[in-house]
């Protein structure tokens, strides 16, 4: 059987999977599927679980999206934080938790630098009336 070496890359980590017959991801236009062989292509995956198959199991993978890239029989998977796990109930909850709380982190962070640039810009406007 065919196969190909699929790299996870994060911030903090680095996986290369050897072995892999099949991978199973999400973009905005649905899912989809890649081979051994496939051609070169480039995907946004969407937040939520891919899972990929290798001549043992099907493994899951958890991410707050990410970029696909898939040349010369390797899949590239770069992003911010990645989960694997085997069993679906685990790596679900995992999703749940860990993933949804750094989503939430992200978005008070923004919230925060919209403030932050309201006030410099409610400040930049005081200082042009008084000159």
Not at 35 to 63: C, I, P, Q
Request: aromatic share 12%; glycine share 8%.
């Amino acid at each position: 059987m065919k196969t190909f070496e699929l790299h996870l890359q994060s911030a903090a980590k680095y996986e290369k999977v050897e072995g892999v017959t099949s991978f199973v991801g999400q973009d905005d236009s649905g899912s989809f599927g890649i081979w051994a062989g496939h051609g070169r292509m480039m995907s946004v995956l969407v937040y939520g679980l891919s899972r990929f198959k290798t001549e043992d199991a099907w493994t899951y993978l958890a991410l707050p999206g990410g970029i696909l890239y898939f040349v010369d029989n390797a899949l590239y998977i770069t992003t911010r934080r990645y989960f694997l796990d085997d069993s679906y109930q685990r790596i679900s909850g995992t999703l749940l938790d860990e993933l949804l709380a750094e989503e939430d982190s992200l978005r008070t962070l923004k919230e925060n630098i919209y403030r932050l640039e309201q006030e410099m810009l409610r400040r930049l406007w005081q200082i042009e009336r008084r000159v």
